[in-house]
Nanobody, 121 residues
Framework: QVQVVESGGGLVQAGGSLRLSCVAS????????MGWYRQAPGKQRELVAR???????PYADSVKGRFTFSADNAKTTVYLHMDSLKPEDTGTYYC???????????????WGQGTQVTVSS
């Protein structure tokens, strides 16, 4: 069994900073990709930042220069440091990982429960 658990988030004024953390644990053989998505009320879930199997770390254009994504050496924990937060960054932030639980088989999608980020103006 695999668990993906986020922490961090909260309420902050515009211009402030927050740090999110996410840990993947359990029967993990390999993680192919892991990162952060967010969903604002009435909008679709969008990619914020993640690491991918090709070594790239794509960011959403709207957060470039303000958010910093990082991962530990084992690539089972990822972080999102958010600076210069804006009201439009408000939403539920979800951690996502593509994980294979054995030497064979497919990579499956695992999502955390989400953590709320609210930026007041």
């Amino acid at each position: 069994q695999v668990q993906v658990v986020e922490s961090g988030g909260g309420l902050v004024q515009a211009g402030g900073s927050l740090r999110l953390s996410c840990v993947a644990s359990g029967s993990i053989f390999h993680i192919n990709a892991m990162g952060w998505y967010r969903q604002a009320p009435g909008k679709q879930r969008e990619l914020v930042a993640r690491f991918a199997s090709d070594g790239s770390t794509p960011y959403a254009d709207s957060v470039k220069g303000r958010f910093t994504f990082s991962a530990d050496n084992a690539k089972t924990t990822v972080y999102l440091h958010m600076d210069s937060l804006k009201p439009e960054d408000t939403g539920t932030y979800y951690c996502h990982a593509k994980i294979r639980t054995g030497a064979f088989g497919d990579y499956l999608d695992y999502w955390g429960q989400g953590t709320q980020v609210t930026v007041s103006s």
